[in-house]
């Protein structure tokens, strides 16, 4: 037999399922691993789900989104974003991954160096391995808040640095991103004709303040930015994101949509629109249990000692576990079979955190509370 392709075959697998398969199969086990809202998709917004399955709204798209669509996003991203855009612009497509990765693949290329951040969620350090390219590490450390360094970023940069890849609020930290880290960001990118890659999947969940788009301040059209559906309206199941691109770029992200996957599910459009054009009450609810939440396991945490620092957004903690040891991937499993809670190992989001397991405040209140102390008391009778 011939070898499969090369790059394809040498993917890492994403570190999580493991320990995901390993809690399924713990009776009784708290899920803290899970990077999925436990809310329902909003009723109004399945309610249009329901009416264009029943109107026969059933067929193919254009590649870039219904127009309806197109026209709800320029309302939400002028209203919530200030970011200024045409049809032009945007590319809807199934799920932020399809947008992120059709944005990975329409700038980068063999030989291409990518500013990624180190810990970051695992997909944009797969693709742009997969292309040929070479994902750099810039470091967020939890002395920071989880924050990047500009000096760092400034080394890091290279002759063949192609883009920046940003993501705030953070999977997995919760850091975010202050704007004015965002406009030296942007200088940087100016400076060295870098692209800049935000992805903003997590914009809703901003504790204190409101989510600022690096994208409203792309004077010179450097800037894709990512947003979608999933965590924002509880919708991971109907895969709905959009990349907001340079006019050229987008027509190439929509190139590719086309191969890919022809278009975003039409049901899913129409829930969409009803998503962006209704209120946004149920969208705040939500944000402020992820609040409550962040606030409960921060109490857990400073109750042991064991505070590092406060998450300002997404749904997610890491939770330094170094008295446990060195590699994160076995305390995770050692915690799973000790108190029966499942956390996500800090190396499945970069070599920075074999010391680290990140929590999902994705579940329920008490859940957080037992199993954060659960992990808590294992960690302190170690000491
Ligand atoms: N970006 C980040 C940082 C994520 O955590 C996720 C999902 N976990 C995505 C993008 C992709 O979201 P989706 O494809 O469900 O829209």
Not at 83 to 93: D, G, L, M
Not at 150 to 170: F, G
Not at 347 to 353: N, V
Request: include cysteine; hydrophobic fraction near 40%.
């Amino acid at each position: 037999m011939k070898p499969m392709a090369a790059r394809a075959a040498a993917m890492p697998p994403f570190e999580i399922r493991d320990i995901m398969e390993l809690a399924w199969q713990t009776p009784g086990c708290i899920h803290l691993e899970v990077g999925q809202p436990n809310f329902s998709t909003p009723e109004y917004i399945n309610q249009a789900g329901i009416e264009a399955i029943q109107g026969g709204f059933t067929g193919y798209t254009s590649a870039r989104g219904i127009p309806e669509l197109q026209e709800a996003i320029c309302h939400k991203l002028l209203q919530r974003n200030g970011i200024k855009a045409t049809a032009n612009n945007i590319t809807v497509c199934p799920g932020a991954v399809t947008a992120l990765d059709s944005t990975v693949m329409a700038l980068v290329e063999q030989g291409d160096e990518v500013l990624i951040p180190d810990p970051a969620w695992h997909n944009p350090k797969a693709i742009i391995g997969f292309l040929g390219a070479t994902p750099v590490p810039y470091t967020l450390k939890p002395e920071t808040g989880f924050l990047p360094d500009m000096q760092e970023l400034k080394k890091l940069v290279s002759t063949r640095t192609k883009a920046i890849v940003i993501n705030t609020p953070a999977n997995p930290t919760g850091g975010v991103f202050p704007r004015e880290l965002l406009e030296g960001i942007y200088t940087l990118a100016r400076k060295h004709d870098l692209y800049v890659l935000s992805d903003e999947i997590y914009e809703e969940f901003v504790f204190d303040g409101n989510h600022f788009s690096i994208k409203s301040i792309d004077d010179d059209e450097r800037v894709i930015s990512i947003f979608g559906l999933s965590k924002s309206h509880a919708m991971t199941g109907w895969r709905l994101g959009y990349a907001i691109a340079p006019a050229p770029i987008s027509e190439v992200v929509t190139k590719l949509q086309e191969a890919l996957v022809s278009c975003a599910s039409s049901i899913s459009q129409k829930a969409a629109v009803a998503a962006l054009c209704g209120p946004y009450d149920e969208v705040e609810k939500m944000c402020q249990a992820y609040k409550r939440r962040r606030d409960i396991a921060l109490d857990v945490l400073r109750g042991y000692g064991l505070y590092e620092y406060t998450p300002g957004g997404a749904f997610y903690l890491m939770v330094n576990v170094s008295r446990l040891g060195n590699d994160s991937s076995q305390i995770a499993k050692q915690l799973l079979r000790e108190t029966k809670v499942a956390t996500a190992p800090g190396t499945a989001f970069g070599s920075s955190m074999k010391q680290h397991v990140r929590i999902s405040l994705a579940a329920k209140e008490d859940d957080i509370q037992t199993g954060l102390e659960r992990i808590c008391r294992t960690i302190t009778s170690r000491a």
